[in-house]
């Protein structure tokens, strides 16, 4: 040491020593330099680390963030930082795409996506090396230890770095145990320690082989595996929470709330800006859409923006003052364009309607109606009334230019409008997140997961192979006639009835979400968002839109005649409360009752007269169309109504397709045809009919339904229509073939209801079907059945052919994938797990060296 | 006993140990080895791209033969430097499994799910590359300006000898070469392979001496300017370690970000399609559509028609950029000067009154 030290000295320049070197040449420590005292030890190895233990360590790694930053860290440190950071950026890309996918299953799955894949890193080198390999030669190769510093590290990570002699005794022992190294070998500790680390280097090695295959494919799996319960959860979660912020008149949760409020400052935030902007602009139609379409709450509502446009154009009518006009002044500027004798040979009601028009700013129609009347009058040509109307036009608006609305005039009704519609829409909201969490068409919802479930069983009691699912999604429909036909000769009949069942009881549940109470729940939702905002709108300017909303127009006539009357306002209040409450449940009858019969106003002889009521009945019929509240009942209806027709399909082709049911169908048929044709059908009648049916149920699409019937697809008469749809469309106690399903009540009555409508309203088509109306059925007479095409396509469903056809291929694709990946996955496992019974194993040299030292 | 700071700078020891054997091949020119380390300025100043792709293809081919072949015979030569080269087996496998795992089974499906599956797939891949790309080459925002303003290079490549312990099958060829950075570590930075260095200058302090003037540290008296730079390089190491790393996984999440906009949906990667549906003919096309594929997905990242996915798009832009900003601003300017750098800095190190440990 003296002598490296006088080198140093002899380097440095002595007689001009650097200032740092002045007094600190050497430092005296006065003997308290001595090694420290080893602290470190072995961690236990568990798979899994304590929480606590977990929490303590990020608590550390936040303060190391914190000192780093100033620049103090050391590279376990650092290392452990980064490890954090790359969570962290995990996080970020999880947490963005979360916002930026739409559906609520996508977003979650993205956070499972990142922890199944930060799991999957942590997981794989665990159960295919290091228990397996711990299991067979005792060696943990992922042992951690905490050295004198308090820094949990790895034992084998730098295999220069020996640390081997941290093992204890026992520790050893079992190793050499395992291991199999003979008992009495001299140095038999320093033997167990070699192994123990190249066992360790083997596997580290085998952990970077295998690892980037094996994580991501682990990964994926993983969250394939989760994607099932994680919707099921989702789809509860939602129909709770939807259903109790309905009830208690807010969103669910603080986020949610939290969103809403900020999407709504964020709106207004931007039509206060477009009002400041444009507030010398004249108001334009162009200006109202983007006002209606852009700024305004638009209640998340089809076709809404134009109920709102078509109010805002009231707004900006009502503030255009109309003009000071009278007939003399146009007269006077007609005079040297039309024959006097036209002017005076208007009449009054016409006089009054040009004035009316050049009075709402309206010289343009003022002009053609005069020049339309100038024509008649005056037998003029083409030409010569496009020039005087020409030059009436030019004259007419030269005079009377209307007046300029700016947007800065009605901007303070826009904002009482905007007001108006935050409530509505806030409210409105709840209404739509209830339906769409129900109806709503996307994935997730009640209704698609419910139509997964029927696919499930469908597919699982038919047991479709992969080639034939195949086959199925070509559209070749044989495959599954075969399965029944396989089915039913297999004496195996309980299998298509034991999946009627089930799918039956799981309509029961559709029923009981989707039906009577649930339309029920949104109309009274509707109602009330209605009568909260618009109930005491007296405002003119908004009267369209109110009424639109919420038409309380029969509760104002009641109100009105009973101020008239001057009965006391508790007294009105009581009946008005009443009369709305049977309002409320539909029952029109109940409230009209209620008016007629109402004891104190009758004692008075103040009872209300039939022509008040027959007002107040239009007003009540008139609220029940048109209205956004009906608009969203009707649509909640149509979307339950769509899946459930569908599913009922299914539920009928299966039963009528089953061949157990073969007699039963052939001898409806017969009777059938008994009673329409009077006569017994032949063996090949019965035959061609039962083959019709069948390819009704499975291709009959929505939209030509009865249009198929009489075009050459089906060459049937009148007659054979009216067999088949008896023996299609009776009541479900006998269209369903078994003997009596067991379960599925609610949904039996509901699919009774479904083929009454069916019958009445797609099938009653016999007077088109007339040999002297012998015309294709349209769009247009269809419609005169009492049903538009939207409402039959709904009633009808999906066709059999396709809903087995998208099924058959989204099932194809999930197990194609599954199979795949799920073998890729076992390959990996394999090989590691072989490659892994290689590890830690004597090579011929080291068996040679231990021979050589047991014998000395 | 005494402890002597700076003790490893000393001549005698430097000119008297030396590990590695100085080479003279013919046509090569010699590198000049101190210690075990050839450190590699002159070609990271003349060629740095060519150096790092030279070393990276090494690391790489080495990392999927030579050090696989050591690890599974449990070499007793195997060492950190392999296991951690090794790491990149796992970033491409798992990069390309992930891509795999998108995208292979698409081909067995119908023409929509097809086309659905290859969009997203698509994206996933897209997401995968740009991950990549965006991690690597964030890194260079912060370390680049700390080269420029501090001439700190924290990449500065060095070549290390090995010389291995016989075994087995391998007697005769002991000596291996690795790829090091002199800054690799904190705790233990090859300080002393930075003296005498000619490309650095005449003087043995050289380096130390440009340091500390580019840090303007005391640059009227630059004795012993390696005692003084060498705290602050230690300290302004960790802080550009740290911001990039961080800075890097934000940037790494804005690329997968970028890769999920719908532009992306537009272009596709099967040569069949893009002619087809894009009049595609030559990869110069290709290119050009993929760049405006790209600027428009940038655009979208920050700008979607979406309102909450362009705000969450702004943030994490956002924090990327400060994240970068904030790293800047610590490495670049001295906030600790009164914490014992310049003439105090060496002194500070040592702490009177605790025990120290000597190895």
Redesign the interface.
């Given at each position: 040491?003296s002598?490296?030290?006088d080198?140093?000295q002899?380097?440095q320049?002595i007689n001009?020593p650097?200032?740092?070197?002045k007094h600190?040449y050497?430092?005296?420590?006065e003997?308290?330099?001595?090694?420290?005292e080893d602290k470190g030890k072995l961690l236990p190895s568990r798979i899994f680390g304590s929480p606590i233990e977990y929490a303590k360590d990020i608590k550390k790694d936040i303060v190391n963030?914190g000192r780093?930053?100033?620049?103090?860290?050391?590279?376990h440190e650092?290392g452990r930082?980064?490890d954090i950071?790359?969570k962290?950026?995990?996080l970020?890309?999880a947490?963005?795409?979360f916002?930026?996918n739409?559906l609520k299953l996508s977003k979650s799955m993205e956070f499972v996506g990142m922890g199944t894949f930060l799991g999957s890193m942590a997981l794989w080198p665990k159960i295919a090396l290091q228990a397996p390999i711990k299991a067979r030669t005792g060696v943990d190769i992922h042992q951690k230890y905490i050295d004198s510093e308090g820094r949990k590290k790895m034992l084998f990570?730098?295999?220069?770095?020996d640390l081997t002699d941290l093992y204890s005794r026992e520790d050893l022992d079992r190793m050499g145990r395992k291991l199999k190294v003979s008992k009495n070998l001299p140095d038999r500790d320093n033997f167990i320690k070699q192994r123990a680390?190249?066992?360790a280097?083997?596997a580290?090695?085998?952990w970077?082989?295998s690892?980037?295959?094996a994580?991501?494919?682990m990964s994926?799996l993983a969250c394939n595996a989760l994607e099932t319960p994680i919707n099921e959860a989702l789809e509860k979660s939602a129909l709770k929470t939807t259903e109790k912020a309905l009830k208690q008149g807010k969103p669910a949760g603080i986020i949610n709330t939290w969103?809403n409020k900020f999407?709504m400052a964020?709106k207004e935030k931007a039509l206060m800006k477009f009002l400041e902007q444009n507030a010398e602009n004249e108001v334009t139609d162009v200006m109202l859409g983007r006002i209606a379409n852009e700024f305004l709450p638009n209640a998340n509502s089809f076709d809404f923006a134009n109920t709102v446009k078509s109010s805002l154009k009231e707004i900006t009518k009502n503030a255009q003052k109309t003009l000071p006009v009278d007939f003399e002044s146009v007269s006077n500027i007609l005079k040297d364009l039309v024959p006097q004798n036209f002017i005076s040979s208007l009449s009054d009601k016409e006089k009054n309607y040009i004035v009316k028009l050049i009075a709402e700013g309206n010289s343009k129609k003022a002009s053609d109606r005069l020049v339309a009347l100038l024509t008649d009058a005056e037998d003029l040509n083409r030409t010569q009334s496009q020039q005087i109307l020409k030059e009436i036009k030019h004259k007419l608006s030269d005079e009377f230019k209307p007046q300029k609305v700016t947007l800065g005039k009605i901007s303070n009704k826009i904002k009482s409008l905007n007001e108006l519609l935050k409530d509505f829409s806030s409210d409105k909201k709840l209404v739509d997140d209830y339906i769409s969490a129900r109806v709503g068409d996307k994935s997730g919802t009640y209704i698609a997961n419910h139509w997964g479930r029927a696919c499930k069983k469908l597919f699982k009691a038919l047991k479709f192979s992969e080639k034939d699912l195949m086959e199925l999604?070509n559209g070749n429909m044989q495959v599954f006639f075969e399965k029944l036909k396989a089915l039913s000769e297999s004496k195996d009949q309980n299998t298509v009835d034991s999946l009627l069942k089930d799918l039956l009881n799981l309509m029961d549940d559709y029923e009981a979400k989707t039906g009577t109470d649930f339309l029920d729940t949104v109309k009274k939702g509707m109602r009330k968002a209605g009568r909260n905002t618009f109930e005491n709108i007296k405002d003119d300017d908004f009267k369209t839109l109110s009424d639109k909303i919420f038409n309380n127009r029969a509760s104002q006539i009641i109100k009105k005649f009973c101020e008239d009357k001057k009965i006391d306002n508790s007294i009105i209040n009581n009946l008005l409360k009443e009369f709305e409450t049977k309002v409320d449940a539909d029952d029109i009858q109940g409230a009209l009752k209620l008016l007629e019969e109402t004891p104190l106003i009758k004692d008075q002889e103040n009872k209300f007269g039939k022509e008040i009521i027959n007002e107040i009945k239009q007003a009540l019929n008139a609220s029940k169309s048109g209205t956004v509240e009906n608009t969203v009942t009707l649509m909640a209806a149509e979307r339950a109504l769509g899946a459930k027709a569908s599913l009922y399909r299914l539920i009928q082709t299966l039963d009528v397709l089953n061949p157990a049911n073969k007699s039963k169908l052939d001898d409806k048929i017969r009777v059938a045809f008994k009673n329409i044709k009077n006569s017994e059908a032949d063996t090949e009648t019965v035959n061609r009919l039962s083959e019709i049916i069948k390819k009704i149920l499975m291709e009959a699409t929505p939209t030509d339904y009865v249009e198929k019937f009489t075009t050459s697809n089906f060459n049937i008469t009148l007659d054979e229509y009216r067999i088949i749809s008896n023996v299609l469309f009776d009541k479900a106690d006998d269209v369903i073939l078994l003997t009596k399903p067991q379960g599925g009540k609610e949904a039996l009555k509901g699919f009774n209801q479904y083929l009454s409508e069916l019958k009445t309203k797609v099938w009653d088509w016999t007077n088109y079907m007339t040999p002297e109306l012998k015309k294709r059925v349209t769009e247009d007479n269809a419609a005169t059945n009492g049903m538009n095409a939207v409402e039959r396509s709904n009633l009808i469903g999906k066709t059999v052919k396709d809903y087995m056809k998208e099924t058959a291929?989204?099932m194809?694709?999930s197990r194609?994938?599954l199979k795949?990946?799920g073998i890729a996955m076992a390959v990996i496992l394999g090989v590691t797990l072989v490659?892994g019974l290689f590890?830690?194993r004597k090579?011929?040299?080291e068996k040679e060296l231990e021979e050589n030292k047991q014998n000395g | 006993m005494v402890y002597q700071p700076g003790i490893q700078n000393n001549n005698s020891y430097r000119s008297s140990v030396s590990f590695a054997k100085n080479k003279d091949t013919k046509g090569k020119k010699k590198e000049k080895y101190v210690h075990d380390a050839y450190l590699m300025v002159e070609e990271r100043e003349k060629h740095p791209l060519l150096l790092g792709a030279k070393i990276q293809a090494d690391k790489l081919v080495k990392a999927f033969t030579v050090y696989p072949k050591k690890g599974l015979k449990g070499s007793k030569n195997a060492n950190f430097y392999e296991f951690l080269t090794m790491g990149t087996v796992p970033y491409l496998a798992g990069s390309a499994m992930l891509i795999a795992v998108f995208n292979f089974a698409a081909k067995y499906f119908k023409t929509e799910a097809f086309t659905k599956s290859l969009k997203h797939g698509q994206k996933m891949a897209l997401g995968v590359l740009f991950y990549g790309l965006a991690k690597t080459f964030s890194k260079k925002l912060i370390e680049l300006p700390v080269k420029w303003k501090h001439g700190i290079d924290v990449n500065l490549p060095y070549k290390k000898e090995i010389k291995e312990i016989p075994e087995e099958d391998n007697k005769k060829n002991l000596i291996k070469y690795e790829y090091h950075k002199a800054y690799e570590s904190v705790d233990f930075p090859r300080w002393d392979i930075l003296y005498d260095n000619e490309n650095f200058g005449k003087e043995r302090n050289a380096y130390y001496d440009k340091i500390a003037k580019k840090m303007h540290l005391n640059t009227g008296d630059l004795t012993s300017s390696d005692q003084k730079v060498k705290p602050k390089i230690k300290e302004k190491l960790i802080q550009t370690k740290l911001f990039s790393t961080i800075a890097s996984y934000l940037w790494a999440a804005v690329g997968v970000g970028v890769a999920m906009q719908e532009p992306f949906e537009r272009i596709s990667f099967i040569p069949e399609r893009l002619k087809l549906g894009y009049g595609i003919k030559n990869p110069l096309q290709f290119v050009k559509l993929f760049g405006k594929r790209f600027v428009e997905s940038c655009k979208s990242f920050v700008n979607n028609s979406n309102k909450s996915s362009a705000i969450a798009g702004r943030i994490l832009l956002g924090t990327a950029i400060g994240v970068t900003l904030l790293g800047n601003f610590k490495t670049l300017f001295d906030f600790n000067k009164d914490k014992g750098s310049k003439n105090k800095a060496a002194v500070s190190l040592i702490d009177k009154t605790k025990e120290k440990v000597v190895c």
């Open positions: 040491m002598n490296l030290l080198a140093y002899s380097h320049n001009n650097s200032p740092l070197y600190t050497t430092i005296n420590t003997g308290k330099v001595k090694p420290l963030i780093a930053a100033n620049g103090q860290a050391n590279d650092l930082i980064n950071a790359l962290l950026g995990s970020a890309i947490s963005y795409l916002v930026k739409p990570l730098d295999p220069q770095y680390k190249k066992t280097v083997q580290n090695t085998l970077m082989l690892a980037g295959f994580s991501p494919v994926a969103i999407r964020s999604q291929e989204k194809y694709n194609k994938w795949t990946f490659a590890v830690g090579s011929k040299i | -």
